[in-house]
């Protein structure tokens, strides 16, 4: 049980066409009420973005979110999608930089902040992941790795605007894997990238959550740490009545 506002974001990755992820959004919100210092967040892939915020119009506490934007606003960018055309589709965040775009797709760490000052200036929340991958955490690199990646973005948006961004923390060798961190790993990191941030000059607490196998049964020793603000999840977020369960255990 906890008191903080919390963050349940459900990354769909390349899962849910529109009509599938329509179904599943009308299911899930059949199944679950607003809860307070609850928010619920989706992030369909883009075709279905437009079909899951309509279907959420009226539930003020589910936010709809594209996985990957192009900095640019429009131009010859064949198959990139562009923060106001996902703003058309009822988007309010973006997932950006998350590790299968840096690994499988090659984003690179000044591609990440300038898709995240791109967003800000939009008005919408990035959603921003950094993580290590199985050898950097082996050999000992984790902290250089999050900070390396965090560099650019402290560079580019500025310490004021960063109350309005998240973060999440998802250790590389932790997604898909079955394998998830322990709520002290994980604990740990938030509590690296807060004094990282922090150190150049961004006030307040940023909300920061955790990713990486992340189910039912390991949510709520993960949530017990004050360090995490909610879970960004993928493969346990697929099916409706699963995800309507592991949003309801907090
Ligand atoms: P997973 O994915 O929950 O399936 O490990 C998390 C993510 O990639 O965001």
Known sequence: MTTRPLIYAANWKMNHGPEAAREFIERFIALTAPAAGRSLWFFPPAVSLAPVSHAARTRADILTGAQNVHWEPKGAYTGEVSIPMVQ???????????????????????QVARKTAALLKAGLVPLVCVGETLAEREGGRTEHVIVRQLEPLLDKVPAAEWARLVIAYEPVWAIGTGRNATPDDAAQVHELIRFAVGRCGVPGRIPILYGGSVNAGNVLGLLARPELDGVLVGGASLDADGWAELVGLG
């Open 88 to 110: 058309q589709a009822g988007a309010k965040t973006a997932l950006v930089g998350h590790s299968e775009r840096r690994h499988l797709f090659g984003e690179t760490d000044d």
